[in-house]
């Protein structure tokens, strides 16, 4: 027995709150007698052998506590944990893309209806609509209709894919990326039938640069014209963030993908016996070789 006693006592010793500096903390929390209960009479007195078992549960509850929070942090999984040590590729991409954001919602000054460039908001939305898919697809479909020479159809054929395939791409990048504006507009009618409902990237600088670079590469105009077109497809793109629609970010990337899509079309060009198939097979004139 004494053995055991000296055991127990050198076992609370080595408990840092057993010690006399940090007994407050192992006593439980003593509600101050009422006006009707007095210290001498009146009140609950607790025996010695009461109070040891209270002290003794409170000492076995804070053990288990400290057992379970010395087992707790292991389970818990990587992604709970707070990452204070970011890498500089994060930071960097981060304030790239809050500067982005920032000098898009300053540029977009036809973004409202009343302020100060309200007056400029319809040009400006005139010029945004030039480099629309719509005008460009009917166009061109409508030119291709009334076209005679094989020359200027099989231009026009190849316009006619390449502007299916400027649309079809934006599309789905912009469906995949789901990037809203910098002012967060709801998306037009128009928008809606040239499926460009999201921000990333900017369909009207990408078809812009696809359309200006196929005109410069097949006709030949003067150089003030195309002086003009490399101005209008710039302006297009610059029209988009000054109506709050795109980010700056938006218009680069639309025009290095119509820079691509060129590229695409020149590169896999059809022929004209080709595009005279196509003609046919699109006016149900076509008659297979039997």
């Known amino acids: 027995m004494p053995g055991n006693q000296a055991r ?4 609370d010793w080595d408990n840092v709150l057993n010690r006399p500096e940090f007994l407050s ?26 109070q040891s078992q209270q002290e003794d549960a409170v000492r076995g509850s804070r053990d288990s506590s400290e057992g379970s929070a010395d087992v707790e942090p292991s389970r ?15 930071i960097a991409i981060n304030s790239l893309l809050a500067i982005d954001i920032s000098l898009s919602r300053r540029l977009g000054v036809c973004a409202g209806v009343h302020g100060s460039a309200a ?15 719509l005008p460009w697809i009917c166009g061109t479909a409508l030119c291709l209709w009334r076209s005679s020479t094989l020359a200027g159809q099989e231009v026009l054929v190849n316009l006619l894919l390449a502007l299916i395939l400027d649309l079809m791409t934006v599309a789905g990048m912009q469906k995949l990326v789901k990037r809203k504006g910098p002012w ?39 150089v003030p014209l195309r002086i003009l077109l490399y101005l209008w497809a710039f302006l297009v793109g610059v029209s988009r963030v000054l109506l709050g629609k795109h980010h700056l ?13 060129f590229s695409l079309v020149e590169s896999v060009w059809l022929d004209s016996s080709t595009c005279q198939t196509l003609i ?6 076509w008659t297979p070789l039997v």
Not at 8 to 11: A, F, G, M, P
Not at 25 to 50: I, K, S, V
Not at 280 to 285: A, F, W
């Open 8 to 11: 127990c006592r050198t076992r």
């Open 25 to 50: 903390l192992n006593q439980p929390h003593r509600r101050e007698p009422g006006p009707g209960e007095g210290r001498g009479t009146g009140g609950p007195r607790r025996t010695g052998r009461q």
């Open 76 to 90: 818990w999984p990587e992604q709970d944990c707070m990452q204070l040590n970011p890498s500089f590729r994060g």
């Open 119 to 133: 007056p400029l908001r319809s040009m400006v939305g005139l010029l945004a609509l030039s480099g629309h898919a």
């Open 184 to 222: 967060d507009f709801p998306p037009g009618f128009l928008d809606y039938v040239a499926m460009d409902t999201y921000s990333f990237p900017a369909a009207h600088a990408s078809r812009a640069v696809m359309v200006s670079k196929f005109l410069l590469n097949h006709l030949v105009l003067a």
């Open 249 to 261: 970010s938006d218009v680069g990337c639309g025009f290095a993908l119509g820079f691509l899509h």
């Open 280 to 285: 046919s097979i699109g006016t149900l004139r």
